[in-house]
């Protein structure tokens, strides 16, 4: 692909080690480990481009090894260590030989070659490698160095595309804007095999299915400065999509409703063929979470299909096969949780049904049943633990409609705790969630909408009874505001169905703007990830709750990455009189979710809250403990 020139190194010598150079024979010398591998003479490449190009590496030392090492060195000086520590730690090297590495001669020359070939294919015609093998006795290493002489980088002269003659101005137009090498760039074989790859991908996604690519060719100048680029492209002819054709594999299954697979096709008969939109269906197919296999291909010109008609030069039919998975899961597990607001360790146990084909269109239903004990600590205090049990039923429809012409889900969430506090307290909880979540286009910052429904009704029942028997218990100011404090939300609660006779006590509304511009949503190194969220709250409580996100990562260099998170909250009250934010929509910082140099919950204002008791001081009338959040976060 490419015409290589390179000389010889010639009279180096480093420390009174000779300079090994391409082509030398090779002396096989005893087996000595290699501690180090570095690289002398570079300008415009680096040793991180360049350690990827060869096949010798250092030994890699555990922490493990290290200290077994250290220790036998040292334990041998003393005439009076046991002989079976020595024997334990001389076997724990053994043990770890795989760590280690050797130089190999044979390997070293065959890196130089390397070497050398990654640098012409960058541009450096006349560049030149050689190697040394040293002891280092002050640092007690032994070294690999590989001497490189780059010399002169070559530029791109011409570029010549040929075989596109036919291709239609608009596709072309495609294809230029996306070009990125030009004239007078540094010459590098990977970026000119990169943009034939570019022009292919972008044939094939607007018709040409059979587009293809000849060898490239590569002309260098006599002086080694300038390269000539040319390739032939074949986009063959351009082709639609006649016809579609559907296959499953019910594998023992339920059916899948053609209907519902339809709906996951990004193109449609009579369009372009096109390379992406086949491979968004696919991934829209696997999504939907009820096929172990989906393949989208083409037929043969032969295939018998329902319409009777044969393909031709211009058209293709396309089969959509999935085979389907078990629609039917069962399980049951133990719980051991930590609780992000209140740190408490709960524990407890569950069960969950869960079926993927409801209506024959990939929806999901689970069921769940959870009984879970709050604050085990209380279990060594010799105190009544607090319970809860929670049943939900979860629905799922992920191709539920199309608004602006993307696809939207829609996942609904029903349920039922009673959570048991201080007997005979106890709060009933039901509910209903709705979040219809929307994709919208790549191109834009945000690419996706969440909006969601909340209706949910708590009651607190005995409440007063048990509010009024903790009073009567209080022997000191501080322990009625403890009581107090342990009591505020559902006393908000209790006011709010007594005297507004409201049925719901919350009735929420939310839209969230999403930005996913991360390279790996789960270990990112590059790009943005936002959201902006807006929320509705009405019933026991009437609010705004407004929340920023956005975290940043960037590459600094190899395996090192910058990372940045900003959260910004404000919790607007609608009415002054009512002062009720349900709890876990209250803004908390500290602790592994957000600052860790704090305890959780208690990164806040402990004056911000008062307590309406008359017979108290001023100075009392402060929450002192961390029972509420804020209404701002930064």
Known sequence: MMILMATDLTGQEARGVRLERAGDPVRFERLQELHEVTFEGYVQTSPSQLI???????????????????????????PATPRVVLRLLDSIQRDLQNELRYYDPRVAEGDSTALLEYLGQNGFHTATVGYRFQQDAAARVNRLTFVVNEGPRAVIDTIIYLGMEDVPPD????????????TGDPFSEAAFDQEIKNI???????GYYRARSGRPAIGISRDKLRDTLAVLIEPGTRCRIA??????????????????????????????????????????????????????????????VPDGQLNTDSTLTLRVFTRNQKVYDVGANLLMFQTSIDNYLNGGGGATALYRNVFGGAQTASITLQYVFQDLSRLFQSQQLESEALASLNF?????????DQRAALNLNVFYSQRNLIHPFRLESAGLNARLPLSLYAHTFFNGIDLTLGLERQ????????LQTALKEATSVTDTIAVLQTFVQFSALDRYLSDERGFFTGTFFGISFRGEHRDNPVNPTSGTFTTLATEFGYGAGKFIRLQFFNTTASPLRERLVAATKVRLGHIILLDQSQLYVPLERQFFAGGAASIRSYPSRQLHDTASGKLGIEDITSADQYVFANILGSASLL
């Open 52 to 78: 990827g190009v060869i096949q010798s590496r250092p030994s890699e030392l555990s922490v493990t090894r290290r200290l077994s090492r250290y220790y036998l060195t040292n334990l041998r000086r003393n």
């Open 243 to 304: 016809r579609i054709v559907f296959e499953e594999n019910t594998n023992g299954q339920p059916s899948i409703n053609v209907s519902a697979r339809r709906r996951q096709l990004e193109f449609e008969e009579g369009e372009w063929y096109s390379e992406e939109k086949v491979a968004r269906t696919r991934t829209n197919l696997m999504n939907l979470g009820a096929f172990e296999i989906a393949t989208i291909d083409t037929l043969a010109r032969d295939t018998a």
């Open 171 to 182: 596709v072309l137009d495609r294809i230029r804007s996306n070009m990125t090498l030009k």
């Open 396 to 404: 799922g429809w992920p191709s539920f409609a199309r608004i602006f």
């Open 459 to 466: 009651v607190p029942r005995n409440f007063q009874d048990a």
């Open 200 to 206: 292919l991908v972008i044939l094939r996604n607007n």
